[in-house]
């Protein structure tokens, strides 16, 4: 590829391919970490604008130019976090992390995007884990996402963390017990796929015992508006109160339409209305019952639903 000279610095960039190579991985790492695509690609910016804020000297004295900017990304997104708790206390309603599209319509499907773009179905991006994350700490995020998603070793989460390799270890075992207390499904996709395509057609049908039937008894939604859309301001629990819930809503909202879709990478559902996305729903799915249901109405968060962007966020690599 070309590359492009520096400002003052009189030649190309020889280390700009790489450099440039390294945004998918960066790109994936802050998501995880933040839940936000718009925070994730400030952070990822940032990070950028430390590494050219280097002198030319400097950026040759880096052995490897990948793990600095994994380094820095990582403290870029644990400030992030850190001040994030403090805005999301003050956000309207509850806070679901942002929502991405799949170029596929169901985990399986034909892609239509290049694959660099593709969203992979990995567990570490459906919304249910993300959710988990946001009951994390800063610290035990970080150091979780680094070590048992991305493979880092402790020595290098240290670093960026800020702690010893051994604080960073129970950091990240108090993360996997997180997990695994929230009971969160890794059910196969293709399973959850044919119960999310029984619900969207019962609910299309406002068929309120066929969706009881899909809907587990203690089953909770939540919804996000942020104060710019209209939703429930509390969790609705149990399967026929949503189930009703939701036959209201259709009946309410003439025009609405509801078609199937990716939801980082996971089955899921979008209502449109005249084209526009306006509500996108995430599942957890436990056998053939939807246990848990978040639907993201706000429209900061639609954006790259909206705009038909598609980022380039995709699955963790092993560290190496």
Aim: with cysteine.
């Amino acid at each position: 590829m070309t590359t492009r000279s520096e400002p003052g610095d009189g030649g190309p960039d020889p280390d700009l391919s790489v450099i440039i190579s390294e945004r998918r991985h960066l790109m994936n790492l802050a998501y995880r970490l933040l839940g936000s695509l718009a925070e994730a690609e400030d952070a990822v910016q940032e990070t950028y604008a430390r590494w050219y804020g280097l002198s030319p000297q400097q950026r040759q004295a880096v052995d490897s130019p990948g793990a600095w900017l994994t380094r820095v990304a990582g403290r870029v997104c644990l400030n992030v976090l850190g001040s994030a708790r403090a805005r999301r206390e003050s956000y309207v309603g509850d806070w679901i992390p942002e929502p991405l599209p799949d170029p596929a319509p169901w985990p399986g499907g034909r892609a239509t995007a290049d694959p660099a773009d593709r969203v992979t179905l990995d567990e570490s991006i459906s919304m249910a884990f993300l959710v988990v994350l946001e009951a994390m700490t800063p610290a035990e995020r970080v150091a979780f996402v680094l070590h048992d998603v991305f493979r880092y070793p402790f020595a290098e989460v240290a670093e960026i963390v800020g702690r010893t390799p051994a604080a960073c270890r129970k950091l990240a075992s108090s993360a996997r017990r997180r997990v695994r207390v929230s009971g969160t499904s890794a059910s196969p996709a293709a399973g959850q796929a044919a119960v999310v395509r029984r619900f969207k057609q019962a609910w299309e049908a406002k068929d309120v015992e066929a969706l009881i039937a899909l809907l587990d008894p203690d089953v909770t939604a939540t919804g996000d508006g942020g104060g710019l859309a209209t939703t429930v301001r509390l969790p609705v629990q149990g399967a026929e109160r949503l189930a009703r819930g939701l036959v209201a809503l259709l009946d309410r909202q003439a025009g609405l339409t509801i078609r199937e879709s990716a939801v980082n990478g996971r089955p899921g559902l979008v209502a449109q209305r005249e084209g526009v996305v306006v509500t996108v729903y995430a599942f957890d799915v436990a056998g053939d019952r939807i246990t848990r249901v978040w639907a993201v109405r706000n429209p900061d968060k639609l954006r790259p639903w909206t705009a038909g962007h598609r980022d380039g966020t995709a699955g963790a690599r092993p560290h190496g």
